[in-house]
């Protein structure tokens, strides 16, 4: 048996993930605050980098502020600040009043929201601390975490003195904070705006889960009530709130900055990239002299020869980024220029291919330049992966986004009879009034997503 073997040369191309290449990626995909906080860190590690905008800020500040500073009276401003103490004008508006505005808007959790209220109660040291161990222990929305037996026992204290502390920080801002349930949350606002009718204690105790399901005729004949009664109730109960801790989540406290602004100027759009706060990075002169008078075998000048190198990738890693993202913005303006004209319901489908094709480029790239980038527009701050959307091909044969369909939808149902709401059959067919068909489950899919009750629990009596 003879054995051959045939020795071929092939020629493939592989890209090879260098740590440079690898930190462009991870530039591109990072956010502005994540950018910043990124910038801030390499110029901790680098030493050959620095802030250029930080120079540029401190010479306008010196020219323009300077005169200013100058105006100060001192003397007063010192005499003020020994003057100043824990009950003045922080926590007193100008009629002497406890204003919880003021607290709210300087704080940054709920915690200390609460335990600011409860150093204001005087308990004696002892009670003190379970309250503040209640406090603690007392989650983002506004509930209690642990039970009265698990406080009674790292205290070592009797169950009343706990539930009597606990129900102080219950009659605390927020109102309802401090519950176990939800029931309990709902009960305690009842109490705070001393609502009177006990019907409406016992829809809350007893019938939660019937409001929910909008079982109005049941609940009606189980209180021996009229409909329009019980429509009333649950609508008061609706207006309260389930997660009284909600206000001071920080998500709610976080601004977004656009990285792209879309003007309109005469009949053309412009796109402006708002990069007045990113730091400006350069390298630093005093280096730029050393390694010049440096021998290159030198460990010094290997060292600030790798540093040169890792600044000047980091610096063209970041002006790629926002390149990347103007060209990716200047295609989104291009082809949804309906949106830009008219508003959401003229949003045409468009794919992240579609967009890679048009700047030459790879479809991952896109879908990091827009993931969490946003973009002002005349109809709001969208982030970029706003504009990209399925959809379906309208009776004349223009595509129309699932993001303009839920448009429709939502008007509709904006319009619709309360007493006789639509279903999404219903909705189906007034769809195709206007040219778009699409399937009741896909009706069912949007209205979900928009969190559109179902047509049984929008109705109204």
């Known amino acids: 048996m003879k054995m051959g073997f045939n020795l ?11 740590p440079q290449l690898q930190q462009a990626i991870q530039i591109l995909q990072f956010n502005s605050l994540e950018l910043e906080e990124f910038i801030a860190e390499q110029l901790e590690k680098n ?6 905008a930080e120079k540029e800020h401190n010479e306008l500040w010196d020219s323009k502020i300077e005169d200013k500073i100058k105006e100060i009276n001192w003397k007063e401003y010192i005499e003020d600040f020994n003057n100043y103490s824990y009950t003045k004008s922080n926590y007193q508006n100008e009629d002497n009043e406890f204003n919880y505005e003021n607290i709210i808007s300087n704080k940054s959790s709920l915690q200390e929201y609460l335990l600011f209220q409860y150093s204001l109660t005087l308990l004696d040291r002892k009670y003190f601390e379970i309250g503040e161990y209640l406090i603690n222990s007392i989650d983002d929305r506004g509930y209690l975490t642990v039970t009265i037996k698990d ?7 009797e169950e009343n003195i706990v539930e009597s502390i606990l129900q102080i920080i219950q009659s605390f801002d927020p109102p309802g904070v401090g519950a176990r349930t939800i029931e309990e949350c709902l009960l305690l606002q009842l109490r705070f705006l001393d609502v009177k009718d006990e019907k409406i204690y016992q829809l809350i105790k007893e019938y939660l889960p019937e409001i929910a399901a909008n079982k109005y005729p049941l609940l009606a004949k189980k209180l021996g009530v009229t409909i329009e009664q019980l429509q009333g109730y649950c609508d008061f109960i609706k207006t309260l709130e389930p997660k009284p801790g909600r206000m001071f989540e920080s998500n709610l406290n ?20 708002n990069d007045f706060d990113e730091p400006r990075l350069k390298i630093r002169e005093d280096y730029r002299t050393m390694i010049i008078s440096e021998d290159e075998n030198s460990e010094v000048a290997k060292f600030l020869n790798n540093q040169f190198n890792s600044a000047a990738w980091l610096i063209r890693s970041i002006e790629q980024r926002k390149q990347t993202i103007y060209k990716v913005a200047e295609v989104i303006v291009e082809k949804q220029k309906g949106f830009f004209e008219k508003g959401k319901k003229f949003l045409v489908p468009m794919t992240l291919k579609e967009v890679a094709e048009e700047i030459s480029v790879h479809e991952s790239t896109v879908s990091r330049a827009t993931n969490g980038k946003y973009m002002e527009t005349p109809h709001g701050t969208f982030e970029l992966k706003f504009f990209f959307t399925g959809g379906v091909e309208s009776d004349e044969g223009m595509g129309i986004s699932s993001e303009s369909i839920k448009s429709f939808i939502r008007d509709i149902i904006k319009v619709e009879d309360p007493k006789k709401p639509l279903s999404d059959d219903k909705i189906v067919s007034e769809l195709e009034r206007k040219g778009i068909s699409i ?14 009750l179902s047509s049984s629990k929008r109705k109204r009596y």
């Open 8 to 18: 071929q040369l092939e020629q493939s191309q592989k890209l090879i993930m260098t």
């Open 47 to 52: 030493p050959v980098l620095e802030n250029d």
């Open 151 to 157: 406080v009674t026992e790292h205290f070592n204290e």
């Open 254 to 273: 976080r601004y977004i900055t656009p990285d792209i602004t879309v003007k309109k100027l005469d009949e053309e759009y412009i796109l402006l990239t």
């Open 439 to 452: 399937s009741r489950r896909t009706v069912a899919k949007y209205r979900d997503e928009m969190g559109i």
